[in-house]
């Protein structure tokens, strides 16, 4: 059944879509892309299947199959084989959530129990195996190209949870290097599915390479815009909880801004005094909230939206090939929401 009505965004993301047949054919077709990955992550045995479905049954926000069917736009948009790609990029997403959540130890994931909270670490990293190979044989109805396409975005996201694990070699630039793990372990999937949307709705291959571009510079914007979020935005408006990343020690930019900083022969004791804090016990609400307020009012955080910034601007001007119209606005307005999201 068709969405009737006009839309300003897309329905599963926010996407800015302004022209309601877009949106309408988009919300349709996410529906069918919902569909068929209920389909394709069903087994005969209630155990794969209970918890190969449980990721998939909570929903997300589908941005990788919508960016596939949005750039499918770019030609024929109602190509079955958009649908195969949108379900593949998905598959792909959601079984290398099984295995950062082990990595992780992350509890929840998309508002649910984590998949190894429920069954183990064990299952959980067998469950991720299988959605990949299922996504590996639905791939391969799509052709050679595809195939080696995917396998090689799948390499990249491994490379990148590899080396965000081991963190920069001796003598790395550890901005360099976090720029790097972003590009291949988020920015890489995203630039197969503008590039999947793009190929299999017949655009022109100056199309194609301009959609992948953008998919690979939006990500790290995304990124770096998540970065911003974690420090300086209340969870009310943003849904995130600031401080999440700080309290675990994760690494972002802001924080390894002010390590550079403190580094050089520039470093003031206020900067020497921050990085001290951050580098401390985190768990009490207290310290966390110093840690922010410290953040809050340090350069490092500016250097940072303006980082998220630039990537958005550089992923808008790829987009100069695309014929003007609706999907060009769209993904245009996209790149400028994760601009005004860091500031």
């Known amino acids: 059944m068709a969405h009737p009505g006009p839309a300003t965004s897309s329905p599963a993301l926010g996407i800015p879509v302004t022209d309601p047949a877009l949106a309408g054919r988009l919300a349709d077709r996410l529906d069918e892309v919902d569909t068929a990955l209920a389909e394709a992550v069903a087994s005969a045995d209630t155990l794969a299947d209970d918890a190969s479905r449980h990721l998939v049954s909570a929903g997300g926000k589908r941005f990788r199959p919508l960016l596939t069917l949005l750039t499918g736009e770019l030609g024929d948009g109602t190509r079955p084989e958009l649908i195969d790609a949108a379900v593949v990029v998905e598959l792909t997403q959601v079984a290398s959530l099984y295995h950062d959540d082990v ?19 064990s299952v959980a990293i067998l469950v991720g195996d299988m959605l990949f190979a299922r996504a590996s044989a639905r791939v391969a109805t799509l052709g050679p190209e595809a195939v080696i396409l995917q396998s090689r975005t799948f390499e990249r996201m491994c490379m990148g949870q590899l080396h965000e694990t081991t963190g920069p070699r001796d003598g790395e630039d550890p901005v360099a290097h976090y720029l790097q793990v972003l590009s291949d372990k988020t920015a890489s999937l995203l630039a197969t599915s503008a590039r999947l949307g793009a190929m299999f709705g017949g655009a022109s291959p100056e199309v194609v390479e301009a959609v992948t571009e953008y998919g690979e510079k939006v990500g790290v914007a995304f990124q770096l815009a998540d970065d911003v979020l974690d420090v300086s935005s209340p969870s009310e408006s943003s849904g995130k909880t600031p401080g999440t990343d700080l309290r675990e020690h994760v690494p972002t930019m802001p924080v390894l801004l002010l390590r550079r900083r403190v580094a050089s022969p520039d470093a003031t004791a206020e900067d020497r005094e921050l990085l001290e804090l ?25 250097e940072t939206r303006e980082l998220a910034t630039r990537w958005a601007g550089e992923a808008g001007a790829e987009l100069a090939p695309l014929p003007d119209g609706p999907v060009k606005e769209a993904l245009a307005s996209f790149a400028q929401a994760l601009a005004d999201r860091a500031v």
């Open 103 to 121: 990595m992780d130890s992350a509890p929840l994931r998309r508002g649910a129990p984590s998949a190894h909270t429920v069954w183990g670490n």
């Open 278 to 302: 951050l580098d401390s016990d985190l768990t009490s609400d207290e310290a966390l909230g110093r840690a922010l307020a410290g953040l809050r009012g340090h350069e490092v955080l500016a």
